[in-house]
């Protein structure tokens, strides 16, 4: 009896279980490759932008990067100070949230505590579809569409202007900020309006005082998320905005965004390692360092500030 | 007597105030969900504006030519051909890429992972990767996939570069598919014997499929209405000519030399159109619009319809 279970043990069913267990193994190995593609990817984007701007910044000093007025990397007399771009970046920003905080915190408000079951079914997906166009398509609207429109109101506007762009990149934020805040908003507890509502407040009152105050944590990370795609947006401004370095704060003026500057010169035929080619990567790595940390205290304020019930 | 009639009198007024109160916060009630509607509705309206706008300007284009011609110097004869053909084949490269390295990370987070640092530190990752501004990947591909790895303005470095682009997209959602399988289905298949990987891809998948496949459609959405960072790796506008054919009609049947071939995709085609001075080019630019807005519309349309007959018909 004893024998017959040691034959048992070393019994071909036994030998397959190994090979089962190295299969296992392998395919879990693979699996972790797979997700690690993300680190490696993260890692990579941070090495190329460094390594790239190294060679820039040996031609270029860090004081005349970011005090310089002028960024003309591509002329004969050549001045690299990044101030313009981040000045167009900026402005432009400006009048996209100055569109779609208001019409997004109030979107969110509407959709977490007035719209009916149905309402929010029908206009959820609408906002979704909205994300999904394509921001090229969005360019041609404000080159060819609302700037002119700006011009019957404002007859000195210029065709390429900072205004038109950011107000059409605005209402393209709109979704991301309605659906981070209304998220926040929804997450606070039930009981909570319920008290308000015994109170005799009524839906618009416990929206504005009640609801809104308890989800502050979240609604101010839907406007930090929002900054961070403004900054990084690229194909409206590109194609709206103007592609001339400009130091100013004008928004009826024309200027380039870092996004707009890399495109530009994408566009042309730059030389590999030529000064050109590496002032792409040191504004690139400046629009990086913005994007991710706004992306950072956007997650540091929705994680550690949220107020628990 | 008069005491309790003024008393009387001014319980009324009171009344009244109070009721006239009532009447105003019910009215700002009102107010406020018509304004919220206006909110709402002013992201659909410009969606419609645009794309009737689109459609206005660039009707004059929608012909079969349009399809069939290669771009050219004069707007009237230029067309779309080496355009859609380039987002084609790009596409199929960040299908094949994006697809099974998204899944297979997503898995693996959601049926593997120890949760330690180290699951954290790839989930930290995966959402730093999608805040991530599009033209910044444009930037690694340059530097990694045309110089660095030397595969040169090719529909193989478009494809793997967009390929990254919506991997988080992927890995999220199927993250999100996984994550609603109840853990009793994988227990049972536990109890009869199944091995991790046999519960994984026999169960786990399978179950799972709906909702990867929308996370993958929006991604390639996504991908197709993507400029940014295919101009930034240097991709050309002026393309005259069709990659070698994919397919041959002598063994092996299979051609691997359009990977490497140069290329135009439909937004870098609507761009460059765009930033021409002469009008004429404009149309061409909002017909390419209105095609490229109607194929992401109907690829988004088809991924939310998808999600909501998923979650109307599982049940577990």
């Known amino acids: ?309 | 007597m008069a005491d309790t009639q003024s008393k009387k009198a001014s319980v009324l007024a009171d009344l009244d105030a109070v009721r006239s109160m009532i009447r105003r916060h019910k009215f700002n009630d009102l107010v406020f969900a018509g304004i919220g509607l206006i909110a709402l509705m002013i992201g659909l309206l410009t969606l419609l504006t645009l794309f009737i706008d689109l459609v206005m300007d660039g009707y004059p284009r929608f012909n079969l030519q349009f399809f069939s011609d290669f771009p050219s110097r004069r707007a009237g004869s230029a067309g779309l051909l080496s355009a859609w053909v380039g987002s084609l084949l790009v596409m199929a490269v960040t299908f094949l890429s994006a697809v099974p390295v998204g899944v297979a990370a997503g898995l693996y987070l959601e049926e593997y992972a120890p949760k330690n640092w180290f699951s954290d530190l790839i989930e930290i990752n995966v959402s730093n990767l999608a805040g991530v501004p599009s033209i910044i990947y444009g930037l690694l591909a340059l530097g990694l996939f045309v110089y660095g790895l030397d595969l040169g303005q090719s529909i193989l470095t478009a494809g793997l570069t967009l390929g990254l682009l919506i991997l988080p997209t992927v890995i999220v959602s199927t993250r999100e598919a996984i994550r609603g399988i109840p853990v009793a289905i994988r227990e049972a298949a536990y109890a009869v014997g199944a091995t991790k990987w046999q519960v994984v891809s026999d169960h786990v998948v399978k179950y799972s499929q709906g909702g990867i496949l929308t996370g993958v459609i929006i991604g390639m959405s996504r991908a197709i209405g993507e400029t940014a960072p295919i101009i930034t790796i240097g991709a050309l506008t002026f393309i005259a000519f069709l990659p070698p054919a994919p397919v041959t009609d002598v063994a092996p049947f299979l051609n691997f030399e359009w990977l490497s071939s140069a290329f135009t995709v439909l937004p870098i085609q609507m761009f460059n159109w765009l930033s021409r001075p002469d009008h004429a080019f404009h149309i061409n630019a909002a017909a390419t619009g209105a095609i490229i807005i109607l194929v992401t519309l109907l690829m988004n349309g088809t991924a939310i319809y998808l999600r909501y007959k998923i979650r109307k018909n599982i049940k577990w």
Do not use: C
């Not at chain 1, 019409?103 to 408000?109: D, E, K, L, N, S």
């Open chain 1, 1 to 309: 009896m004893l024998n017959n279970l040691t034959e048992l043990s070393i019994s071909p069913r036994l030998a397959k279980n190994i090979r089962r267990n190295v299969k296992e193994r392998v395919i879990e190995f693979i699996l972790m490759m797979a997700a690690l593609s993300a680190v490696f990817t993260t890692f990579a984007i941070v090495a190329i932008l460094l390594y790239e701007s190294f060679g820039f910044f040996e031609t270029v000093s860090l004081v005349e990067f970011f005090t310089g007025t002028e960024w003309t990397p591509l002329f004969e007399d050549a001045h690299y100070g990044i101030m313009p771009l981040i000045a167009g970046t900026l402005t432009t920003s400006f009048v996209a949230l100055a569109v779609a905080v208001p019409v997004g915190t109030i979107a969110a408000i509407y959709l977490s505590e007035f719209a009916s079951h149905k309402t929010r079914e029908i206009t959820k997906p609408i906002l979704e579809l909205l994300v999904g166009v394509p921001t090229i398509a969005f360019g041609y609207f404000a080159l060819l569409f609302v700037t002119p429109l700006l011009q019957i109101i404002y007859p000195d506007l210029p065709g390429f202007n900072m205004l038109s762009a950011g107000l059409v990149m605005g209402v393209m934020i709109v979704p991301y900020i309605a659906s981070v805040a209304e998220d926040a908003m929804r997450a606070v507890p039930m009981s909570m309006r319920e008290g308000s509502y015994a109170m005799g407040a009524t839906r618009f009152q416990t929206a504005l005082r009640v609801v809104t105050p308890a989800a502050t944590s979240g609604i101010v990370a839907a406007y930090i998320l929002a900054v961070s795609r403004a900054v990084g947006e690229t194909m409206v401004v590109a194609v709206a905005a103007g592609q001339q370095p400009t130091l100013t704060f004008d928004p009826t003026e024309g200027a380039a965004t870092i996004t707009a500057y890399i495109v530009q010169v994408a566009m042309g035929d730059l030389p590999h390692a030529s000064i050109g080619y590496q002032s792409i990567f040191a504004a690139g790595l400046v629009l990086f360092a913005m994007t991710l940390s706004f992306n950072l205290i956007g997650h540091v304020v929705r994680k550690k500030y949220r107020e628990q019930y």
